[in-house]
């Protein structure tokens, strides 16, 4: 159950801009091919030129990469003492144009979650639909409204405050991009993008209890006098075919 989070008169626009490690890199980790032009057969004479932490594979027949993305489980510190390593897969509708009241390049939202003692791996897997949306948001300072959220302490965690809607960012990410989401990260369910009707398969890797709310603790925006919040993420597309 999502708690509600009203945010008065605030009113948030940003636009969506192309998923980068570098500009991704304070929420998590964006996983991809960093050279899809060398092929694994030619991977001697890209040496000097290939990340350090690439090495041949499977008798020359692949590359890899290696620790591009980590999942942290901090379920030892939650309430449950315990997590376990899930993957499942999650099968999403791309939100189009005529199921947006915002417009057919605009985006609301009304939702962000967080997974406080696990880290969460998005892998898009074939299907029909080529590009997502990203929604991030940095923590707050605790205050009184958050204290009954249990959270992990440690360093380099966000700690336990709700999103920092005036710093939230939003990022285009492509179907050979999957995106990690550091652990109590805030950031949007996904968001798919393209014609009703299309859709992009997640593979989905994250440690969970079972517990709901040391797993995901989900809030939902309100905003004074209308019926959406208003908090809206702009996208431009070279592509028109995947407008929202």
């Not at 993305?69 to 939650?78: C, E, G, I, T, W």
């Not at 199921?99 to 962000?112: C, E, I, K, M, Q």
């Not at 949306?133 to 992990?152: G, H, Q, R």
């Amino acid at each position: 159950m999502a708690l509600q989070i009203p945010i008065g008169t605030l009113d948030i626009h940003i636009t969506a801009e192309p998923l980068t490690q570098e500009a991704f890199s304070s929420f998590g980790d964006v996983v991809a091919n960093p050279r899809p032009d060398v092929h694994p057969s030619s991977f001697d004479a890209h040496t000097s030129s290939l990340p350090p932490n690439a090495f041949s594979a499977n008798q020359g027949t692949a590359i890899q990469y290696r620790n591009v993305s980590r999942l942290k489980n901090l379920y030892d510190q939650a309430p449950s003492g315990k997590g376990e390593p899930v993957m499942s897969i999650f099968v999403c509708a791309a939100r189009g144009g005529a199921d947006s009241p915002s417009g057919a390049n605009t985006f609301t939202v009304r939702y962000l979650e967080r997974h406080p003692f696990t880290a969460q791996t998005f892998t898009p897997i074939k299907s029909t639909a080529s590009t997502y949306l990203v929604i991030v948001a940095p923590s707050l300072p605790p205050s009184p409204e958050d204290k009954d959220l249990p959270v992990p302490a440690g360093d380099g965690l966000p700690g336990r405050g709700f999103p920092d809607l005036k710093r939230l960012r939003a990022f285009i990410a492509t179907n050979s991009q999957a995106v990690t989401y550091g652990a109590g990260t805030w950031h949007s369910p996904m968001v798919v993008l393209g014609q009703t009707g299309a859709k992009l398969d997640f593979v989905v890797s994250q440690f969970a209890s079972g517990v709901a709310v040391e797993d995901c603790q989900l809030l939902e925006f309100t905003s004074e006098g209308k019926d959406e919040p208003r908090i809206r993420v702009k996208i431009f597309h070279r592509d028109l075919s995947t407008k929202l």
